[in-house]
């Protein structure tokens, strides 16, 4: 079947290029996707830009617009298992981690279904009898959406669902990595009765996400990935002036305290790094340990990820699948070595595994490294893998300096039996999101984002439909007359 959904049509790339879909457990080729062109992403912001202009959407009322995105939500619980195991097999991720993102984008999904017609603006106070002024939202227009490889199913419905609720039409890109079910989820649109160019779906590289992004027919452009791909996404619109969310990231602190108990932050400390083999943007790859307990905590987490057992994503005995591709797991292998390097003592991990099972997979051991430094590599870029970081700190305004040493600022975690000194270390953290004595829920009524250059803009939550709509002040003098500001 072609894989571009462009105007209400699936059809094949202009170029009739394909691309190998590759499942990371054993570089099996599990499907062939059609591959666009600059031509193909033309076409797809043509066909979002016709219908836009033509009302075929935003000219919808908001709650028949909340009644498709529902039925979108009934669509993905239908479809749970098959989707989930697309999911699996383009990521290698656990299909109970699968199954579990599933449920995720149909909530994300009922959630700006039940927000599309709850805003219908304010009116202001004029100050004058005869003027009504109000503020009304109107959508932003055409927007690109550009989805990433960790989590392409989950990712995209952030976007695609509030631009649909707020009016928008839109041309979607997922990582060439992943595309699988992000075509799924295209189908499901349809199906729930998307109209003729309001969803298109262009899939390719680098070249195909630049073409979205110059367009001038695209308004908004929504990105989530790494930071180089996002600073070039927001110079290139800057010479269009569009509207650009971007999400880049994060080096993330889990600061832990000695008044904790030990095991359950153990245990979250292994979830909050080693969950989807790393490759997860709000990870907890910085673990921050008070002095007290720092020797006793760092030996008990190497201890349990040397038990983490790696395997197959279908095989209800994994606990973590393999990195996404040999690429990114050579530059895995060069960030651990980097550490080495700069005197990081590597406690557990630090290569590929040796069962003759995995080794046609791209898995890596889950890694800690302890006794490091600041100004480490390892400490201060993003690895996206299964490597863990040990600091240490004495007092509380020592583990808060710490945890907001970084040009990220995307997520972290406090770990404290003092509440009070929770609630401080959480407002004092610059982070977007800050757990405490917990790490890694999301819900789709909170925002999710970050500061410095985890990016800019806000995903989930009322931002994240207030992204993409428009603010039009509407002055209505009910009484004209002139005004005789002039007097010729």
């Known amino acids: 079947m072609p894989s571009l959904f462009i105007g209400g049509t699936w059809r094949p790339g202009s170029s009739s290029d394909q691309r190998e879909v590759v499942n990371p457990f054993d570089q099996s080729v599990v499907a062939k996707v059609d591959e666009a062109t600059v031509e193909d992403v033309a076409a797809a912001v043509g066909a979002a830009r016709a219908a836009f202009d033509a009302g075929a959407w935003s000219g919808t009322p908001a709650a028949e617009r909340g009644a498709l995105l529902r039925r979108v939500a009934d669509l993905l619980v239908r479809d749970r298992e098959d989707i989930a195991r697309l999911e699996t097999l383009d990521t290698g991720k656990t299909v109970g981690e699968s199954r579990q993102d599933v449920d995720d984008?149909?909530?994300?999904?009922?959630?700006?279904?039940?927000?599309?017609?709850?805003?219908?603006g304010r009116l202001v106070d004029a100050g004058r009898t005869d003027v009504i002024s109000r503020v009304v939202y109107e959508p932003v227009g055409v927007c690109s959406l550009i989805t990433p490889w960790n989590y392409p199913l989950l990712q995209v419905s952030w976007k695609v669902a509030p631009a649909l609720a707020a009016g928008n039409t839109i041309v979607v890109k997922p990582s060439e990595v992943t595309p699988l079910t992000t075509i799924r989820?295209?189908?499901l649109l349809e199906e729930a009765g998307a109209p003729a160019g309001v969803v298109n779906l262009v899939l390719g590289g680098r070249e195909v996400g630049a073409a979205m992004v110059e367009h001038p027919g695209v308004d908004l452009v929504s990105f989530t990935g790494g930071l180089s791909t996002g600073q070039s996404i927001l110079r290139a619109a800057a010479e269009t002036v569009k509207k650009v969310t971007v999400e880049l990231g994060g080096k993330n602190p889990n600061i832990v305290f000695a008044d904790v108990d030990l095991e359950t932050a153990v245990d979250n400390a292994l979830t909050a790094v080693f969950l989807h083999a790393g490759q997860?943007?709000?990870?907890?790859?910085?673990?921050?340990?008070?002095?007290?307990?720092h020797d006793e905590f760092v030996a008990a987490v190497a201890e349990r990820a040397e038990r983490i057992r790696l395997g197959n994503g279908f095989d209800p005995e994994t606990e973590s699948g393999?990195?996404?591709s040999a690429q990114h797991r050579a530059g895995v292998e060069e960030y651990v070595a980097a550490g080495v390097r700069?005197?990081?003592?590597?406690?557990?991990?630090?290569?590929?595994?040796?069962?003759?099972?995995?080794?046609?997979?791209?898995?890596?051991?889950?890694?800690v490294f302890a006794d490091c430094r600041r100004d480490m590599r390892i400490v201060q870029e993003e690895s996206f893998g299964p490597v863990l970081t040990v600091e240490r700190f004495t007092t509380e305004?020592?583990?808060?300096?710490?945890?907001?040493?970084?040009?990220?600022?995307?997520?972290?975690?406090v770990w404290t039996a003092d509440t009070?000194?929770?609630?401080?270390?959480a407002r004092?953290?610059?982070?977007?999101?800050?757990w405490i004595n917990d790490f890694g829920p999301y819900l789709p009524q909170a925002e999710w984002g970050g500061f410095g250059r985890s990016g800019n803009g806000r995903e989930l939550g009322p931002s994240g439909l207030a992204e993409y709509r428009e603010a039009k002040h509407i002055w209505h003098n009910t009484a004209p007359g002139p005004v005789r500001w002039f007097k010729g």
């Open 105 to 120: 984008v149909a909530s994300v999904f009922r959630y700006y279904a039940d927000l599309a017609d709850k805003d219908p």
């Open 185 to 187: 989820l295209t189908e």
């Open 280 to 293: 997860v943007c709000s990870a907890g790859t910085r673990l921050i340990v008070q002095d007290e307990i």
């Open 322 to 324: 393999p990195l996404v």
């Open 342 to 367: 700069e005197g990081a003592r590597l406690v557990t991990g630090g290569r590929r595994p040796e069962e003759p099972e995995l080794a046609g997979g791209f898995f890596y051991l889950p890694t």
């Open 397 to 413: 305004e020592e583990a808060i300096a710490l945890g907001n040493d970084t040009d990220y600022g995307l997520a972290g975690a």
């Open 420 to 425: 009070a000194r929770a609630e401080r270390v």
């Open 428 to 434: 004092a953290l610059r982070h977007g999101t800050v």
